[in-house]
């Protein structure tokens, strides 16, 4: 991988890290809210959901591999 591609990788990582936190905070006042949307709520946790798994793809990739 190359410095230019790296640099990208972690900018991009970072902007998924920034919704991630976004969508948690959402989630934290619907979650408050008595009048929730339960589909909205869904939705939202689903989004986070794959964003987690996203974060994590890409932090192994930026991750160098590593002799046993």
């Given at each position: 991988?190359?410095?230019?591609?790296?640099a990208?990788?972690?900018?991009?990582?970072?902007?998924?890290?920034?919704?991630?936190?976004?969508?948690?905070?959402?989630?934290?006042?619907?979650?408050?809210?008595p009048?929730?949307?339960?589909?909205?709520?869904?939705?939202?946790?689903?989004?986070?959901?794959?964003?987690?798994?996203?974060?994590a793809?890409?932090?192994?990739?930026?991750?160098?591999?590593?002799?046993?």
């Amino acid at each position: 991988m190359t410095p230019d591609e790296e640099a990208a990788l972690r900018a991009t990582l970072e902007e998924y890290r920034l919704e991630h936190c976004g969508l948690d905070a959402a989630i934290e006042r619907l979650v408050h809210d008595p009048s929730m949307d339960q589909l909205q709520l869904r939705r939202l946790k689903k989004r986070k959901l794959a964003l987690k798994d996203i974060i994590a793809r890409i932090e192994s990739r930026l991750i160098p591999d590593q002799l046993a």
